[in-house]
């Protein structure tokens, strides 16, 4: 897709300077290549998180960027969705996305039977082309959430999920009949999600496991501490399934 002038500024503003303007990085928007570190929910087979993928100042840019699309500009509009060609903003956070995917071969917690070169994304995932063609962005004030459920299976596997504003707890439990034979019921996995986080499910993660976001009063807590909600916006890119 070729961007004009304009285009290319709110990109530059968003995601940051590079050396190359048709491949813009998150991150810090030094000219030095942001270091992300990739966590492997460990309870859960396919499941990563990668805290600080945007930077507060990008956050606020891609925040600015979004109002500026006109969707939310009522109180009953509170979700948005593309398919096929998606904004260029999406587009190169699609792309930011795969960068970060194949330059962050290390992780946190690899003492916990993960290896250290474990890539978030499969290979097969990581040579998808596009990696995304679908966007849905949600604005969620305060108490409101999402019920437990796994995406529809009229998309492909590798779903991406950025959290901006609000800090928020999702919690993850497993499909009934999932489980493999004599293992013991699991409880609800509990994943903290700050501004800018981002995480990936595939496989088993996006199969076997519902998620949910519960922000009734006093459910949302964090080692042992309320959290303060507010308005929390998220953007989820997916694939959708090719017809035959």
């Known amino acids: 897709m070729t961007m004009d002038a304009a285009s290319k500024e709110i990109l530059r503003q968003v995601f940051g ?11 810090d928007g030094s000219d030095s290549d942001p ?5 492997p929910i460990k309870q859960i087979k396919g499941l990563w998180l990668c805290r600080d993928f945007l930077s507060p100042q990008h956050q606020s840019s891609l925040l600015s960027t979004i109002q500026n699309e006109g969707w939310f500009t009522q109180a009953s509009h509170n979700q948005a ?3 096929g060609d998606l904004p260029a903003w999406a587009d190169e956070l699609s792309r930011s ?3 970060v995917a194949l330059a962050s071969d290390y992780v946190l917690g690899s003492n916990d039977g993960v ?13 998808r082309e596009p990696l995304f063609d679908q966007l849905i962005l949600n604005s969620y004030q305060p108490g409101e959430g999402i019920c437990a459920h796994v995406d529809l299976m009229r998309f492909e596997d590798g779903i991406a999920i950025l959290s901006l504003e609000s800090s928020c707890v999702m919690h993850f439990s497993q499909v ?3 489980s493999r034979e004599n293992d013991p019921p699991v409880a609800k996995i509990p ?3 700050t501004p800018g986080s981002l995480i990936f499910m595939s496989g088993e993660a996006r199969y076997h496991w ?4 519960n922000r009734t009063p006093g459910i949302q807590k964090w080692e042992g501490e309320e959290l303060n909600q507010t308005r929390r916006i998220s953007i989820t890119l997916r694939k959708l399934c090719q017809v035959e």
Do not use: Q
């Not at 270091?35 to 966590?39: I, L, Y």
């Not at 290896?115 to 040579?127: I, M, T």
């Open 35 to 39: 270091t992300h570190f990739w966590e």
């Open 17 to 27: 300077d590079s050396s190359d303007s048709e491949d813009l990085e998150p991150g």
């Open 97 to 99: 996305i795969h960068k």
């Open 115 to 127: 290896k250290e070169n474990a890539s978030p994304f499969p290979s097969h995932l990581l040579c």
């Open 210 to 213: 519902k998620h949910e976001i």
């Open 81 to 83: 969705m593309r398919f």
């Open 191 to 193: 994943v903290y999600l």
């Open 176 to 178: 009934e009949g999932t």
